[in-house]
């Protein structure tokens, strides 16, 4: 390939991840901007006598800030990875089975193998984790969960897995749905319960996929253990928090 059809494909690449990267954060500008008008005096001032309050209007800009985090996070790695470190940040931050870092087992999930690998993770990733914070009555209570499904998932990819490296979120977010099932179905119920309904009607097809796909051992592996960390996550929450 010349140098001109390099840059041609390169400038290409990012275009389209600018594109999308976009999209995703004029869409969380645009809920910020919106929660914080419900919060505010003057929403008070319309509709306080007529409106209930409602609680859940300050968590849901509790969510929209961490998924915001995660966001720029994961994004802003794979830019500075893509255009100025050839992929060494992917390299030094993946989970690799045979020579273990016990720091890459919390970063793994943060960075991803290319550009289409990030974007077909990043929405569902936000929403599943923007529900698991709504669901839980604390931010503490979702980074138990969280750090629950990434040591999980990052334990039985080192013990079940293959000899290879691990990047990606899709273990993760694949933690989160089942997290949100099981907790929203046999414990929590109420209203979480039919929340887990409605998501298993519209991603449990894809969800089925992706947990039934064996082409690839270690993606198999790797989506598995996340859905199973996500069952571990709500059975160690329930205990904590329940007894």
């Known amino acids: ?47 306080g006598d007529v409106l209930p309050e409602w609680p859940i209007w300050a968590q849901m800009e509790t969510a929209v800030r961490v998924i915001t985090g995660f966001f720029v996070g994961t994004w802003g790695l794979r830019f500075l990875d893509n255009t100025f470190m050839r992929n060494r940040i992917r390299d030094t931050l993946s989970l690799t089975k045979g020579k273990v870092n016990p720091f890459t087992i919390f970063t793994y999930p943060f960075v991803h193998e290319d550009n289409t690998h990030l974007q077909g993770n990043t929405s569902k990733l936000l929403l599943f984790a923007g529900i698991a914070l709504l669901m839980l009555p604390s931010l503490h209570l979702f980074v138990f969960v969280t750090l629950v499904i990434v040591i999980a998932n990052a334990l039985g990819i080192l013990f079940y897995g293959p000899k290879t490296s691990y990047v990606g979120a899709s273990g993760l977010l694949l933690g989160y749905f089942g ?57 160690l929450l329930a205990a904590v928090t329940i007894g």
């Open 179 to 235: 997290f949100l099932e099981s907790f929203g179905l046999a414990v929590a119920r109420g209203w979480q319960g039919i929340t887990a309904v409605l998501l298993l009607l519209l991603f449990g097809p894809y969800i089925f996929r992706l947990l039934t796909n064996r082409r690839n051992t270690g993606t198999f592996i790797g989506h598995l253990w996340g859905f199973i960390a996500g069952l571990i996550a709500t059975r």
């Open 1 to 47: 390939m010349t140098p001109f059809r390099k840059a041609n494909s390169f400038l290409r690449n990012m275009w389209g991840l600018f594109f999308f990267a976009l999209k995703i954060a004029l869409g969380l500008m645009a809920a910020v901007l919106l929660l914080r008008f419900l919060n505010s005096a003057t929403w008070d001032n319309l509709l």
